[in-house]
Each structure stands twice: as structure tokens, then as C-alpha cells.
């Protein structure tokens, strides 16, 4: 993901929704069961062998067919990026924070905790609004404090895909101004999270027990991301210290 990124972000292809277009068609290609071919680029390869890895651990087709999609879902909102700059636009504040966990990738995570966790929960409980809330709560706090972590490496690059730019060109802010208000509105976002997390759904009797063993790690997990996230970006070199950053809560 971070390879895509930085693709993206920084190169003359991240200005080419078409050009973009075209190499994620033979990630997506090999995802679905092509073989990778010896004119493949080296990411083609690794998709190859990420698919047959979880191919042997899935519990299914279908997970296998949810998880292509939520990687198609990235690769599209990440061509959306590309649109924008080759036009030399600015997303709005309302569509910018629609594609944000997308081109975030925060769908293939939600695919990857069930996975991993062992903790598989059925669409009717992920959708369900407190769930979502949850979620969406775990979602935006992740992408806000990268947005802030990672405001003058991408103010370098030129890149407008940040939401403090996005609402320092919508509203007028100055950038430090802008930066302060998305520290306030992912502190917002983390209490929302510690307020809803004590006051989960119950999904019925016992004889749904591992739903609720499935619920509470799929919380525990994104709690987890959401301070993992912050620690690694912090901590990896990747990211200056933006300003606000200190702020975070």
C-alpha cells in the first residue's frame, strides 16, 4: 500500500488516471486467477503470491471476492486522485472525506481483521449502526492523523490529497489554522469511538456467543490500529512532525 502510494503521490503516473488505469487492470487480472507472465512488472508478482497465500487461509470464495473488491474500491478512489491532479483540482471538503477511507484503504483492512483475527462477522452486524458508527469512527481517526503526519511530505510533493489542505482551500484557513481544526475534529472522532465502544449491541442469546467473541476482538483490533497507526507514523521516519501533531488524542 505504501509502494502504491508513494507511486501515486510522487511520480508523473500519479498525473495519469489512464496510465494508472491501465497497470492496476493486471493486479486486478492476476487477484482474480491470471498467473503473473514474465513481462510483469515485480507488483504483479507480489499481488500473485499474496492471492494464492490467502487463498489457503480464506474461508471461502466469497471472502476472496470481498477482499478484490475492497482492493478494487482502492485502486479506483486512487485514479480518482490521479483525475484530480491531472486537472488541477482541489476535491471539495464533503468529497474529499466520501474517498478518504478508500483511498486509504481502511476496506481492505475491515476485510483483513476477520481474516487474521478469526473473528468473521456477518454483513447484517457490520452494517448495523452502531457497528458502522464504530467503524466509521476507527476509519476517519486513522486517515485524519495520517493526513496530519503526513501534511509537509505531501506539500512537498504538491500533492492537494490532504484534508487540511482540502479545508484550507475551501474555507480560507491558513494551513496551521486548518491543521488545528482537523486535530479537533480527530480528537472528536476518538471520543465518539470511547463513548460507543462500552455500549455494544447484544445480537442474541447464547447460542450467538461467538458473535459477540467475534465483535469485541473485531473492537479490540481497531482500537489497536488506531494507536498502532499513530505510534508507527511517529516513530518510522516516513513522516515529519506536522503541525497539531502533539495534539492528537
Known sequence: MFLQ???RDESDVG???????ESDRRSLDVLEGDEAAEADAPVVYAVCDLRERFQAIAPGSMWMRRFTRAIRNYLEA??????????????DPES??????????LDIDEELIGLSEDARLPRRIL??????????????????SN???SLEKELAHGDVHNLVIVLAAATGLTLEEAARRVVEMHNAEVRDFMALAPDLPSFGDSADRNLSRNLSRNLSVLEARMRGNLDWSLESGRYARAVGSGQLG
Open 78 to 91: 486512487t485514479v480518482w486522485e490521479a483525475s484530480n491532479r491531472a486537472r488541477g483540482i482541489v476535491p
Open 147 to 149: 493526513d496530519i503526519l
Open 15 to 21: 498525473h495519469s488516471p489512464d496510465r494508472l488505469s
Open 127 to 144: 452494517d448495523d449502526p452502531p457497528v458502522r458508527r464504530l467503524t466509521q469512527a476507527s476509519f476517519n481517526v486513522v486517515c485524519w
Open 5 to 7: 502510494d508513494d507511486l
Open 96 to 105: 474529499y472525506l466520501r474517498m478518504r477511507p478508500l483511498t486509504g484503504g
